[in-house]
């Protein structure tokens, strides 16, 4: 690595200002600070200084989503092994998600860095950081059988519209990695529900016997076939259809335990979100008038994506709510509503991704009122010891 460093200081005077390369500064800056915690201090005013910064901090939630990279691409297998009849070895059925999964992850950073270093040079800014955990985000969220090209499509729409066009990184009101599952949803519906999207192979026949269905347990629950869902231990573990990454609750589990551990992910809203869900779950038993609503609370958390959603999606810092309270609120109405529309929306079984993209938006009005709020109680107080 001190060579690599050495190396870097000697070719670093060409990518300053009056250097031949220029304007390549902010590509080299980013490469720079990817391998070496930067050497640049802050000039005036009062600042807290940590031992982390935002590419360490995109680093750990990256590997907090190893599990559930590693899990899907090995559920990807399983389920077109179960689909087409035949058996394989573990390393069969994971090298086979692998070579599914592995393109739409290349597709996803390839395209999304690829306009974050052209905005970036554009601008003469830093390269921020943000879409290291976008890029992985985004193909976790999609079901296994997306055409490459609108993966493509969907990650410049997230990365220009969804936060480009707000100013980049830190300034963006929405989660990019659901605007780009909202925008596949909304313009190409075909290709983001049913039952033939959810398992490699399912679209254009690959042998799929006639026996197999490729229905997730929301859709069942969704039709009324309650009876059809998976055991408890299924839809933990995550051997069931669905998108790339959210299917496997445990997986799912062991990042939150690696962010809450490290400080990254909020606790607040984790919890609250799953406390909201489960809140929503016990209303809807107790005026159950369909199959659907009949479902234990507490089993609402395993299907879909609820898990993946509050662990990884609401916890954005930058589209999240910032304060204590704002946070306990604004995470458990993503939970109250996820269950909400997902169980009276019959068009729409899944309803974590627009709970968290509204509460995006109503974000900075929750802290506005909770900053309002305590404003208001401490001039309460100063007033009343006057």
Known sequence: MKSLRNYLDKI??????????EKFE????????????????????????????MKRTMAIVVFALVPTVLFGMW???????????????????????????FPIIVVSYAVGLGIEFAFAQYRGHEVNEGFLVSGIL??????????????????AFAVVIGKEVFGGTGMNILNPALTARAFLFFAYPSYMSGNEVWTHGMMN??????????????????AGNIDKLPSIQEMFIGTIPGSIGETSTIAILIGAAILLFTGIGSARIMISTFIGGLVMGLLLNIFAVNPFMEIPAW????????????????????????????????????GFLAILIRVINPAYPEGVMLAILLMNVFAPLIDHYVIEANIKKRLKRAKVKA
């Open 205 to 222: 026949g690959e042998g799929i016997i006639d026996s197999y269905s490729g229905a997730t347990p929301l859709a069942e629950a969704a």
């Open 12 to 21: 670093k005077p060409h990518f300053e200002k009056g250097g031949k390369f």
């Open 75 to 101: 559920n990807v297998g399983l389920q077109h092994f179960n689909a087409t009849g035949q058996e394989g070895t573990l390393f069969e059925l994971f090298w086979f998600g692998f070579l599914r999964v």
């Open 299 to 334: 089993e609402h958390l395993l299907l879909g994506g609820f898990a993946f959603g509050a662990v990884f999606m609401a916890t954005d810092p930058v589209s999240a709510a910032q304060t204590p309270k704002g946070k306990i609120i604004y995470g458990f109405l993503i």
């Open 138 to 155: 985004i193909p976790l969220v999609l079901p296994v059988d997306v055409p490459l090209w609108m993966v493509a499509v969907a990650t």
């Open 26 to 53: 902010s590509t080299f800056e980013a490469f720079e600070t990817f391998m070496f915690v930067p050497d640049t201090v802050t000039k005036k005013g009062t600042h807290v200084r940590d031992s982390i910064d």
